[in-house]
C-alpha cells in the first residue's frame, strides 16, 4: 500500500522540488567504516539495562546515554594532555585512527547477520580505496601523479600506524578520509549543459540590484552549485541583505562585531562562572570530525573554541549543548572552499591571509546564529524541543509505515534511543559531511527547514533502511543498525532522493496535528 501510495504521488505530481524519483529497493554500499561507539564498552550490558529499565523522566535518559564521541576518563586525559601535532595535515591522526580501530573491531562483530551477508557481497573498503589510489590519480606528461592522501602519508607515520596495530586482529585500512567533496564518491563528471545553465541562473539572480530571494530559494532546493554557494548560503540564512550595495557595509560591521565580542569576552573562558563551558568545548572540538585532518588543525580548532564560547554566553538560556559543535561544520567548510579550489580536507588553513580567515570564523559565527535561533529550544534546558520532535517522528512513522513502528514496539526499541541524536545533530553523524552540504542547500531554501522539514527528513531516511530495520529480530541488533547506518558512500544523488520523499511525506501528511511544527 505504502508503495502504491508513492508511485502515484510521483505520477501525480510532475513539478515538485528535485528532479529525481526515489529508487526503491536499490542496493546499498557497505557498512560505514567509520563505526562510531554510542555505547560504553560493556555494549551488551547496557542494552539490557536500556531494554530492562526505561528511564522514568528525560534527565534519566540523557544521563543514561553517552554523547556519540564519548570516550573513557583515560582518553579524555589524552586528549587534554597530549599536544597535537602540526607538522602534516595527516600526523594528528595516528591516536584518531587506531581508538577508532579498535572500537569498530567490536561493533563489526556484532552489527548483524543481514549488514554481514552485504559486506560479504561487496568489495571492501580497502580494496575501493587501493584501487582508487592506484588508478585514480592525474595524469601529467604519462606519469601518474599520486592524490593528496598519498602525498601526506609520509614512511615514517605508515611505520608508526603499523607499530601500534601490530597487536590488533588483521582488518581492512579505515579511509582516514571521508571526501568533503559535494560529488558522488565515484567522481565528479564534467559540468554538464543544465548544470552549467543553473549556475549562470545563480549568478544572474546573485548579481541583481536586489536579489529575489523566493526565486533563489527555488533555485536553491534542488542544490546550490558550489561556485555560488558561499553567498546564497549568506543570502538564505539572514546573514546578508538582498540588497547588493548594503552587503559589503553589513559584512564588514558584523565581522567587526564578532571580533569585538572576542576582544570583550574570550578573556573570561578561565574565569569560574565560565571555566566548566570553556573546558567541554575544549574536550569536544577534538571529537568534531575525527578522521577529517581540516578538523584537527590547531588552527581551525581554536577557531571553533572562540565561535561556540561566544555563542554560549551571548545565549545563557540554553548555553553550550554537545551537539552544537557539529553545526559549525559545514558553514566554515562551505566558506572556506571561497578561497580553496583543491580538496579542503587536507587544506592547510594556516596558510591564508589572517584578514581571510577572520571572515571565515565571523561568517561561519552569523549564520550558525542565525541557524541556531530558529531551533534554540532544541538545546534549552531539558531539551523540550528534542522531545517534542522524537514523539513527532514516533507519530508520523505510525502514519506512514505500521510495520516498522510495531515492529520498534515488539522488541521494546524507543525512538529516543536513535532518534534524539537525528535531532540533535541534524544527521550530521549519520551523513558524511559532502551529504549534510547539499542537505543544508534545501533547508535553507525550505520554510522553517531546520525546524520542521527536518521531521519529514527523518522519517524518510528511517523508511530507507525499512527492509534492514524488520529483518533484525532482537533489541540489540535494532540498535545497533540505527546507530551504525551505512551512509559512508552517500552523495548527491542519494541525498536528492531522500529529499524527495521527504517532500512527498510532508505533501502526503500536511494534515499532521499541530505538534509537529513545532
Known amino acids: 500500500m505504502a508503495t502504491d501510495n508513492r508511485i502515484n504521488f510521483w505520477r501525480r505530481n510532475a513539478k515538485v522540488p528535485g528532479s529525481v524519483r526515489p529508487v526503491y529497493g536499490a542496493q546499498h554500499p557497505p557498512l560505514d567504516p567509520r563505526l562510531r561507539r554510542t555505547y560504553p564498552k560493556d555494549t551488551k550490558s547496557n542494552f539490557n539495562n536500556l531494554k530492562s529499565k526505561k528511564a522514568s523522566s528525560f534527565h534519566e535518559f540523557a544521563r543514561s546515554t553517552n554523547d556519540a564521541w564519548d570516550i573513557d576518563d583515560e582518553e579524555d586525559e589524552e586528549f587534554r594532555e597530549t599536544p597535537i601535532q602540526t607538522s602534516s595535515a595527516t600526523s594528528g591522526l595516528d591516536s584518531t585512527a587506531s581508538l577508532h580501530s579498535q572500537q569498530l573491531q567490536h561493533q563489526q562483530d556484532n552489527t548483524g547477520s543481514v549488514l554481514s551477508r552485504r559486506l560479504a557481497s561487496r568489495r571492501t573498503d580497502a580494496q575501493d580505496l587501493q584501487e582508487e589510489e592506484d588508478a585514480g590519480g592525474d595524469q601529467a606528461n604519462g606519469k601518474v601523479v599520486k592524490s593528496n592522501s598519498d602525498a601526506h602519508l609520509s614512511s615514517s607515520s605508515v611505520r608508526s600506524s603499523l607499530h601500534k596495530q601490530q597487536s590488533l586482529p588483521v582488518r581492512p585500512i579505515i579511509p582516514l578520509v571521508a571526501r568533503i567533496s559535494d560529488q558522488n564518491a565515484s567522481g565528479a563528471p564534467p559540468m554538464t549543459v543544465r548544470e552549467k ?238 551529504c549534510t552540504i547539499r542537505l543544508w542547500d534545501t533547508y535553507q531554501a525550505e520554510a522553517e527547514g531546520f525546524s520542521h522539514f527536518h521531521l519529514y527528513v527523518c522519517a524518510a531516511f528511517l523508511i530507507e533502511w525499512r527492509k534492514e530495520i524488520l529483518s533484525m529480530v532482537d533489541f540489540q541488533g535494532l540498535l545497533m543498525l540505527l546507530q551504525n547506518l551505512p551512509t559512508i558512500h552517500w552523495g548527491n544523488e542519494e541525498v536528492g532522493l531522500l529529499l524527495a520523499e521527504a517532500y512527498r511525506l510532508k505533501y502526503m501528511f500536511a494534515d499532521a496535528p499541530s505538534h509537529y511544527k513545532r
Open 197 to 434: 545553465i543553473r549556475l549562470d541562473k545563480f549568478k544572474q539572480l546573485l548579481a541583481s540590484p536586489n536579489t529575489d530571494l523566493e526565486e533563489l530559494r527555488k533555485h536553491s532546493w534542488s542544490g546550490i552549485p558550489r561556485e555560488v554557494r558561499p553567498i546564497t548560503w549568506r543570502l538564505l540564512s539572514g546573514y546578508l541583505p538582498a540588497n547588493k550595495e548594503r552587503r559589503e557595509l553589513v559584512l564588514s560591521r558584523k565581522r567587526e562585531e564578532y571580533f569585538g565580542f572576542i576582544e570583550q569576552y574570550y578573556h573570561s573562558r578561565t574565569d569560574e562562572h565560565y571555566k566548566d563551558t570553556y573546558r567541554q568545548i575544549h574536550i569536544d572540538i577534538p571529537r568534531t570530525n575525527p578522521l577529517i585532518p581540516l578538523f584537527q588543525q590547531p588552527a581551525v580548532q581554536e577557531v571553533f573554541e572562540r565561535i561556540l564560547f561566544i555563542w554560549a554566553i551571548r545565549h545563557p538560556a540554553s548555553g553550550y549543548v554537545q551537539g552544537i559543535n557539529d553545526l559549525v561544520t559545514p558553514f566554515f567548510v562551505v566558506f572556506l572552499s571561497e578561497f580553496v579550489t583543491e580538496d579542503v580536507e587536507n587544506f592547510d588553513v594556516a596558510a591564508l591571509p589572517l584578514h581571510t580567515q577572520r571572515n571565515i570564523e565571523a561568517d561561519s559565527f552569523w549564520c550558525m546564529s542565525k541557524l541556531l535561533d530558529g531551533i534554540q529550544d532544541n538545546y534549552t534546558f531539558a531539551q523540550p524541543g528534542i522531545q517534542n520532535k522524537v514523539k513527532a517522528l514516533e507519530e508520523l512513522v505510525s502514519r506512514i509505515d505500521v510495520d516498522i513502528h510495531n515492529h520498534f514496539k515488539r522488541y521494546e526499541v524507543e525512538y529516543l534511543q536513535f532518534a534524539f541524536r537525528w535531532m540533535n545533530n541534524l544527521l550530521m553523524r549519520e551523513l558524511p559531511l559532502r
